[in-house]
Every structure is written in structure tokens, then in C-alpha cells.
């Protein structure tokens, strides 16, 4: 069983950086594709950037392409979520996901789940 903690969120001005930590605690992390994703209120929740288990492979929602870089450390079963440029359309609760089979693809399966962390981008 992998647990999944983020961590990182922040209430920033527009055109900040955060960036948003995942730490996992359980056996094989490096087996598992990590996928971030974000909800905000009244909306669903997309899929924002994902990584393969080794790192080699990464993806992104259109909207953070150039903006997000996800990176992954398997030596520190963490994953990052750089979010560069943030705009206030960003504002939402973010998750870190972690599957076994998934092969970074936001709309697979992804089962576990962390407990999210805010960003708030205003002025």
C-alpha cells in the first residue's frame, strides 16, 4: 500500500512560483506512475501533469504546458510539481495520484490518492 502527502501550496500573486512536493512512504515507488491533478470548487478535476516510473516519460494539461515541469526523485519517493507563471485560473485544490499500471495517462486508473494541497493565485 503507498500513502501520498502534498504538500507546497501557497496563496500567491499572479506570475509566482510555487512548488509542490508528493512524498510517498511504501514499497516500490518506483513502480508507480505519479499524476498531478487539480480541482477547484465547482469544477472537476483534470489531470495536470503525470510522470512514468522512471521519469522518462511526462505529460501535461494544455493549459500548463511551458508553465508546470513535473520531476521525480525515486531515491526520496517524492515527485515535484514546479508551477512557474501562475495565474489565477490555477487556484484549486492539487493531488498527487499514484498507480502501478497506469502508463501516464490522466483519464486511466490511479489509485491512490493523497489529501491535496491548495494554491490560490490572486493579486
Known amino acids: 500500500q503507498l500513502q501520498l502527502v502534498e504538500s507546497g501550496g501557497n496563496l500567491v500573486q499572479p506570475g509566482k512560483s510555487l512548488t509542490l512536493s508528493c512524498v510517498a512512504s511504501?514499497?516500490?515507488?518506483?513502480?508507480?506512475?505519479i499524476g498531478w491533478f487539480r480541482q477547484a470548487p465547482g469544477k472537476e478535476r483534470e489531470g495536470v501533469a503525470c510522470?512514468?516510473?522512471?521519469?522518462?516519460?511526462?505529460d501535461y494539461e494544455d493549459s500548463v504546458k511551458g508553465r508546470f515541469t513535473i520531476s521525480r526523485d525515486n531515491a526520496k519517493t517524492t515527485v515535484y510539481l514546479q508551477a512557474d507563471n501562475l495565474k489565477p485560473e490555477d487556484t484549486a485544490r492539487y493531488y498527487c495520484?499514484?498507480?502501478?499500471?497506469?502508463?501516464?495517462?490522466?483519464?486511466?486508473?490511479?489509485?491512490?490518492w493523497g489529501q491535496g494541497t491548495q494554491i490560490t493565485v490572486s493579486s
Open positions: 510522470i512514468s516510473t522512471r521519469g522518462l516519460h511526462t
Open positions: 511504501g514499497p516500490y515507488f518506483d513502480g508507480y506512475a
Open positions: 495520484a499514484a498507480d502501478p499500471l497506469n502508463t501516464c495517462q490522466f483519464g486511466g486508473s490511479w489509485y491512490y
